[in-house]
């Protein structure tokens, strides 16, 4: 352990970082797509049609009870073969990654829009609003607004789980650092750097979310 | 999209054996890594909560290490790195003769990631109960250690039935990850069956609907066991 060799780092940075850029990149269109997807499924599953209610929470159940790893393999093999052509494994990791956290998106925003009160719903409908309105000038508003910094701490989360596109060779920034280790035999190196680069993104990202939390409950 | 079904490979020879020991390691890994993570996370929870300024500290740091850390990254941590930073004899042992090197690397990481998940979850359990039965543990001359012994824990146990249902649910999903570093758990079977056979449909069908009905049972499961702790007046659904 004497021959820490740090130089194998500073060498391949630009490999890195293009790592990192895959990562973010992921991280921010699955997090769109799933907050997207999330407040459609939320607001099906509130909705009082019983059938509709029924398909998203079996929708949010099913998801929650699998792996991660599993359904980036299951559409690593499905999106392909339904397409009929081999896409790059981006675009299924990008599928799988988007309908997998909208179950978990889904939850906090239901939560968010149970936390609004039935008064601002039942007020609204008084004013003689459609459903539309009542929700998208009314509701959802007032509920993004409180649950930002659960959406944003989801989406710490998303970015670590990002790190297990590993599993179908996709080069995002632990796959980048894991085949240079390999490469160079600086397995020690490597991977002290990248649980160091992890540790100080998240741990300033939850620290702003801390902060950010703290200045909205004022 | 073509594609020739057969349900039939699941059944095959050796497939069939495949999954079941592939379901076998899947809780192997989980229920091993769950006894440290429960056990370690209790102690860091109830530490997190205590007036000494010190075990608070120590035990924040701990969460705070293992959560802004992906857990892929502490597989890797614990599988590829810490043998080499052991001293000489001891990181030759882990390489060269600790058994089923694979299955104790993943127990281990994936217990200490999971306590710091524990850890936190205990911490807003205790802290539900109140300071007021803190305050009232400590008036009647409780120390410190008899207040947690007989005022605090016994309720919040019961308030973090729910959530640390969901944990165990949690680690039993991310025992998954223990297929990268070379345990043949139960994705890894499926995946496995898959490149022998391109059967995908069938193969991750079949994990697919095992994690699902184990998670069902284990909701169920604690439901009942959540009803049976019940204290009436107290700690129930609020």
């Given at each position: ?41 939320a607001l099906a599953r ?42 790059g494994g981006f675009y ?127 | ?179 990268t570093i070379g345990v ?55």
């Amino acid at each position: 352990m004497g021959d820490f060799d740090g130089d194998v780092i500073l060498r391949n940075l630009p490999l890195l970082w293009e790592g990192m850029q895959l990562t973010l990149l992921l991280t921010l269109l699955a997090m769109v797509g799933g907050i997207v997807l999330g407040t459609l499924l939320a607001l099906a599953r509130l909705s009082g049609f019983g059938p509709l209610s029924f398909v998203a929470t079996s929708y949010i159940n099913f998801f929650r009870s699998l792996p991660l790893i599993l359904v980036i393999f299951w559409f690593y093999f499905l999106v392909p073969l339904a397409l009929g052509r081999p896409v790059g494994g981006f675009y299924s990791v990008l599928i799988a990654f988007t309908l997998f956290e909208a179950a978990y998106y889904a939850e906090i925003i239901r939560a968010g829009i149970i936390s609004v009160g039935r008064g601002q719903v039942a007020a609204a409908r008084a004013l003689g609003m459609r459903y539309h309105q009542v929700m998208g000038d009314v509701v959802l508003p007032q509920a993004f607004r409180a649950m930002t910094p659960l959406l944003l701490t989801q989406g710490i989360i998303l970015f670590q789980d990002t790190s297990l596109v590993y599993v179908v060779g996709l080069r995002d920034f632990l796959t980048t650092a894991e085949l240079i280790a390999s490469r160079d035999g600086r397995l020690v190196e490597m991977f002290l750097f990248v649980a160091g680069t992890y540790f100080v993104i998240c741990f300033l990202a939850s620290r702003g979310v801390r902060v950010l939390q703290r200045r909205m409950a004022k | 999209m073509n594609y020739n079904w057969d349900w039939g490979v699941l059944f095959r020879d050796p497939h069939l054996g495949w999954l079941f020991e592939g379901i076998a390691w899947t809780l192997g890994v989980a229920l091993a890594a769950w006894v440290i993570a429960f056990s370690l996370g209790c102690v860091l929870g109830i530490m997190r909560t205590t007036t000494s300024p010190i075990l608070r500290g120590i035990a924040t740091a701990y969460v705070e290490l293992f959560r802004n850390i992906p857990l892929l990254v502490h597989f890797f941590l614990w599988f590829f790195v810490v043998p080499e930073l052991l001293p000489r004899e001891a990181g030759m042992w882990v390489k060269r003769e600790m058994p089923l090197p694979s299955f104790t690397t993943a127990v281990v990481a994936l217990g200490l990631y999971t306590a710091s998940r524990v850890c936190e979850q205990v911490r807003a359990g205790i802290e539900a109960v109140g300071r007021g039965q803190r305050n009232a543990g400590r008036a009647m001359g409780f120390t410190e250690w008899q207040t947690y012994r007989y005022v605090l824990l016994p309720v919040a146990f019961r308030i973090v039935i729910p959530p640390l249902t969901s944990e165990f649910l949690t680690i039993f999903k991310n025992s998954s990850l223990a297929l990268t570093i070379g345990v043949i758990e139960l994705t890894a079977v499926t995946r496995r069956i898959e490149e022998y056979t391109f059967q995908g449909f069938e193969a991750f069908t079949a994990a697919t609907v095992i994690y699902s009905v184990i998670t069902l049972t284990v909701i169920t499961l604690m439901r009942r066991v959540e009803r049976r702790m019940e204290l009436p007046g107290m700690g129930g659904k609020r």
